[in-house]
């Protein structure tokens, strides 16, 4: 059974940092594409950055420079550090698998979040001004 778990949420006033964590198991060799995603209630889900096996990251233009998406040493394992946090960044926050590729390249799959197939149960993020 394939499971992803995030962690690391919790409440900052802005200017300040968190850091996300994401663990899986239940998949057997290399992810092919990793991505964060925040949800705000009433609005879409919106994807935020992503990683790709070789390393390759891509950023919503709003958190670049802010942001930075890596991958863990050991595991299929994937972190978000929040820098400069600001109270727009308040969400719950999903970490999301791509596991083989499929047609769409890691790069263009922040607006395409139905090609992951994994998602776990997200983590909340409260930045207060």
């Known amino acids: 059974q394939v499971q992803v778990v995030e962690s690391g949420g919790g409440s900052v006033q802005a200017g300040g940092s968190l850091r996300l964590s994401c663990a899986t198991s239940?998949?057997?060799?290399?992810?092919?594409?990793m991505g964060w995603f925040r949800q705000v209630p009433g609005k879409e889900r919106e994807g935020v950055a992503s990683i790709a096996n070789g390393g390759r990251t891509t950023y919503l233009d709003v958190v670049k420079g802010r942001f930075t998406i890596s991958k863990g040493n050991v595991g299929n394992t994937v972190y978000l550090q929040m820098n400069t946090l600001e109270p727009e960044d308040t969400a719950t926050y999903y970490c999301a698998v791509y596991p083989r590729y499929s047609g769409s390249w890691c790069s263009d799959t922040l607006s395409v979040p139905s090609v992951y197939y994994y998602w776990g149960q997200g983590t909340q993020v409260t930045v207060s001004s």
């Open positions: 239940g998949l057997t060799g290399d992810i092919y594409c």
